[in-house]
């Protein structure tokens, strides 16, 4: 999961995870990752989405940040 967290972080643009992390603690929706091994598909989900739906794979397995940061 911190694989896919950081790379999460980098696909938006953040060096650092506590970064992306500090931006995103407080809005409606946040980036998401598709936690698939082969796949790197992103999208916004609400902050405690854990199934959320990937495009490219056509499956439920999309995280938020925060979740995948272990904030919620």
Partial sequence: MKEKLK????????????????????????????????CEY???VEPDSDSGYCENCETNTVSSGLILGGLI
Wanted: charged share 35%.
């Fill in 7 to 38: 790379r999460l972080a980098e696909l938006e643009g953040y060096d650092d995870v506590n970064d992306f992390l500090e931006v995103w603690v407080n809005d409606s929706e946040c980036p998401g990752i598709c936690m698939n091994d082969d």
């Fill in 42 to 44: 992103s999208t916004e």
